[in-house]
């Protein structure tokens, strides 16, 4: 499992800057999509070959109109609750506020490893004088850097990585397809484990302390055997501080990244939130094949028409997500509940297909005699070949002359090709450049 680094401070220090500096913008089409990487909240980071979850806890909104202290100390306790390292965002231009002192404080009391960081610290000259008063924090010594010019953000990056934990073996040699069921609270996560779990012909078995307090469970139907990853401590007796939000979003991402399928849960009633958007898209980007279920459909009033209008509105609400099936399911009466199982295993099959080279490159020779390859002054993108890299997800290269030519809307027109050449249903897939040697 990756750890977790967290971003803590009041507004404007930087942390949006230092988050955005140390995930980067990476350059796949996924990365691209609108509404994805706006005012993204957490993202994946890699240094020297560690790879963790960032998380910028600014970006965090609340579910109530606090008052911004509020939201600050719920900031801190998500960070202290969930990360493995905080890094504690100070301004050195505007110095110590009062602010400051009351997060160093919630701070000095957690038992997690935290990095006092001045961030604005540009002149090195007069530095010793800018952090000086930081001290009083009681939080070791101050680290300066700045974020906007990334000064010292690799130093610091050294620093955290002395204080994660021992890089674990490559957990899970697992073969069995391992589902995880997110989405904000009282979606019916819960009640649809359950009703997965309270079938006749399904046998379960309990994986416990798999991961702090959460406890998978096997799920054996027929010859396919299935690991619920406990997702917010759904299977847990007491729910602890079941209506807070930021909990089950991190929660869930660490669910995320242990499984294979997603189940996304909604609330039918309710439609698509913000808070979704932004659970789904995590895992979108994770490249995990994604199932969106929308539950409680028994509270929707409908006619034969609503499931196809209802649908339609989804995949407008959603637009990078039109490649994932969508099922309408009442975890209450259990009407179509067992079938989502049916479309796990159909996902898990497309989220590992492999297709050969030479369909491959037939599709994408029709495609680029279809409609030319984007060019600019006076020179033309030439895609030599495409070849298929990994799976889970689909992952293709596509080797071309000059990778500057390329356009995001000329890769979405190759995604629809190979989708549609393909399928590729419920995964999302990955399409990079690089230049021919
Ligand atoms: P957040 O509210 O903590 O996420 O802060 P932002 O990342 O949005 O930054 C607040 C302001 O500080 C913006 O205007 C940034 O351009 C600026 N800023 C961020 N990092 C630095 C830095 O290293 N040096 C300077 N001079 N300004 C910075
Ligand atoms: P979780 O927080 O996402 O795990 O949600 P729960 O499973 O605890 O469900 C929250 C509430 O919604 C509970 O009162 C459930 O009884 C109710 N609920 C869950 N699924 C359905 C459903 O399909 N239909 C209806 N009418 N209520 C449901």
């Known amino acids: 499992m990756k750890p977790i680094i967290a971003i803590v401070g009041r507004p404007n220090v930087g942390k949006s800057t230092l988050f955005n500096r140390i995930v980067g913008y990476r350059t796949s089409i996924v990365e691209n999509e609108p509404g994805v990487t706006r005012d993204r909240i957490y993202g994946e980071g890699e240094w020297l070959e560690r790879k963790f979850i960032l998380i910028d806890t600014g970006g965090i909104e609340p579910n109530s109109e606090d008052v911004l202290l509020k939201d600050i100390r719920w ?27 009351e997060i160093a404080q919630m701070l000095r009391k957690s038992q997690k490893p935290v990095i006092l960081v001045v961030n604005k610290i540009e002149n090195y000259t007069d530095v010793e004088m800018k952090i000086f008063e930081f001290y009083e924090l009681g939080l070791g010594d101050p680290f300066p850097i700045s974020a906007e010019h990334g000064m010292q953000v690799g130093d610091l990056l050294d620093k955290v990585l002395t204080y994660l934990p021992e890089k674990e073996e490559e957990e899970e040699n697992d073969e069995r397809l391992k589902i995880a069921i997110i989405g904000r609270p009282n979606v019916g996560k819960s009640s649809l484990t359950n009703y997965l779990l309270g079938q006749k012909r399904v046998i379960v078995s309990d994986i416990p302390g798999t991961t702090r307090d959460a406890i998978d469970t096997v799920l054996k139907r027929g010859d396919q055997e299935y690991i619920l990853i406990d997702t917010a401590g759904i299977r847990r007796k007491k729910k602890i501080r079941e209506n807070v939000e930021y909990y089950s979003v991190i929660r869930s991402l660490r669910a995320v990244d242990r499984s294979d399928v997603v189940l996304m849960v909604f609330d039918a009633v309710e439609g698509v ?3 979704d958007k932004k659970i789904v898209g995590y895992a979108h980007e994770a490249g995990k094949g994604l199932i969106l279920v929308f539950n409680k459909w028994d509270l929707v009033e409908k006619d034969d028409k609503t499931m196809q209008i209802y649908t339609k509105r989804v995949y407008e609400e959603l637009k990078f997500l039109s490649y994932a099936p969508i099922i309408f399911t009442s975890a209450l009466t259990g009407k179509r509940v067992m079938e989502i199982l049916d479309i796990v295993d159909f996902v898990a099959e497309e989220h590992a297909k492999r297709v050969t080279t030479g369909l491959l490159n037939e599709v994408v020779e029709e495609a680029v005699a279809m409609m030319a390859p984007p060019s600019d002054k006076g020179k033309r993108l030439k895609i030599y070949y495409a070849t298929q890299v990994s799976v889970k997800p689909p992952t293709f290269v596509f080797f071309v002359n000059e990778p500057e030519l390329m356009h995001f809307s000329y890769l979405r027109y190759l995604e629809n090709n190979l989708r549609e050449a393909f399928g590729f249903n419920g ?11």
């Open 427 to 437: 995964t999302p897939i990955r399409l990079l450049v690089r230049k021919r040697d």
């Open 75 to 101: 900031q801190a306790e998500l960070a202290i609750e969930e990360a493995d390292v905080i890094l504690f965002l100070v301004d050195g231009r505007e110095g110590l506020t009062a602010t400051d002192r």
């Open 273 to 275: 939130t913000e808070q």
